[in-house]
């Protein structure tokens, strides 16, 4: 069994910044594509950001400049480093990431870490 866990939200004013951390734990051959997503209230969750195995990355248009995805595979950790944050960017956000455990490729998602951007 495999499951990843955020950590690294919280609250933080406008133009601040936060750094979230997704772990992946369990047997873990490798990972593929890892990516973050986020879901407003009242709004369908969208991908904020996709970080593949070889590094190339992907930003929904309203983050780029701002958010940075990363990765460190020997940790199987994926980060979104996020600045000059603004009040649209209050979601919940999700870790996804697509990991070989031995046995078949498994989508797997955590359970949602909360970002509030408020004065």
């Known amino acids: 069994q495999v499951q990843v866990v955020e950590s690294g939200g919280g609250l933080v004013q406008p133009g601040g910044s936060l750094r979230l951390s997704c772990a992946a734990s369990g047997t873990i051959f490798s990972i593929a594509t890892m990516a973050w997503h986020r879901q407003a209230p009242g709004k369908q969750r969208e991908v904020v950001a996709t970080?593949?195995?070889?590094?190339?990355?992907t930003y929904a248009d309203s983050v780029k400049g701002r958010f940075t995805i990363s990765r460190d595979d020997a940790k199987n950790t994926v980060y979104l480093q996020m600045i000059s944050l603004k009040p649209e960017d209050t979601a919940v956000y999700y870790c996804?990431?697509?990991?070989?455990?031995?046995?078949?490729?498994?989508?797997?998602w955590g359970q949602g870490t909360q970002v509030t951007v408020s004065s």
């Open positions: 996804y990431s697509n990991i070989n455990s031995g046995t078949g490729w498994y989508p797997t």
């Open positions: 970080i593949t195995r070889l590094g190339d990355t």
